[in-house]
């Protein structure tokens, strides 16, 4: 069974310039998750899809940060401007519905705003 | 406001020896506890997890013990092996299994051969 596909696995941008990242979800997974990852710090969910609704944004910073999962499988992750704290690591997961607790996650992407 | 804290942010055990992790918790509607392993460049990866109606639930050479009443959950490695140097991550969630995690800030622990 194929794991959850991201990419790029890095990419280096300069402050207030866009960016985007894909995912991938393991086959037949309905729900979708982007984290934030911070060095240093644990994970921290950004927004949760169920098919290609969106089920909790609650952290997600909308003023620059926005994500779509069309037809309820891919998704990308976009971040426009970018600052130098969204230096960090992306992950992507994905679980069947109400397996929260069984999430398998991507490799993610590292991103470095300089 | 970190609901879920690893306040050792490393660990260094000589293989063979027993490894212990620390969780601490703020919000008491936390009722399923997790713990992920994390080697660099890969995502987590599920280890074990707790309902809050256990303390205690063993996988191997893995064992997480929960103490509701302290707020505290900790993860048992016998005996550690070199296999095991990687971030460990414990994550909580409430109303059920099935909603969002919350993590904790990691741990990376050091199995010296």
């Known amino acids: 069974e194929a794991g959850v596909a991201q990419s790029p696995r890095y990419k280096i941008i300069e402050k207030r310039q866009s960016v985007a990242f894909w995912c991938n979800p393991i086959?037949?997974?309905?729900?979708l998750y982007w984290y934030q990852q911070i060095l240093g710090q644990g994970p921290k969910l950004l927004i949760q899809?169920?098919?290609?609704?969106?089920?909790?944004d609650s952290q997600l910073p909308k003023d620059r940060f926005s994500a779509e999962r069309l037809k309820g499988v891919d998704s990308t992750l976009k971040i426009q401007p970018a600052k130098l704290e969204d230096s960090a690591v992306y992950l992507c997961?994905?679980?069947?519905?109400?397996?929260?607790?069984?999430?398998?996650f991507g490799p993610g992407t590292r991103l470095t705003v300089t | 406001d970190q609901q879920v804290k690893q306040n050792s942010p490393s660990l260094s055990v000589q293989e063979g020896r027993i490894s212990i992790l620390n969780c601490d918790y703020t919000?008491?509607?936390?009722?399923?506890f997790l713990w992920y392993k994390k080697y660099p460049a890969e995502g987590p990866t599920f280890l074990i997890s707790?309902?809050?109606?256990?303390d205690k639930n063993e996988d191997g050479r893995f064992t997480v013990f929960l103490n509701k009443s302290a707020k505290h959950l900790s993860l048992h490695i016998v005996p550690s092996q070199p296999g095991d140097s990687a971030v460990y991550f414990c994550?909580?969630?409430?109303?059920?299994?099935?909603?969002?995690?919350?993590f904790g800030g990691g741990t990376r622990v050091l199995v010296k051969p």
């Open positions: 997961a994905s679980s069947l519905v109400g397996r929260a607790y069984e999430q398998y």
């Open positions: 899809f169920q098919n290609n609704g969106v089920v909790d």
């Open positions: 919000n008491s509607m936390f009722d399923y």
């Open positions: 707790i309902s809050s109606i256990k």
């Open positions: 086959s037949g997974h309905a729900t």
């Open positions: 994550a909580a969630s409430r109303g059920g299994a099935g909603n969002k995690l919350t």
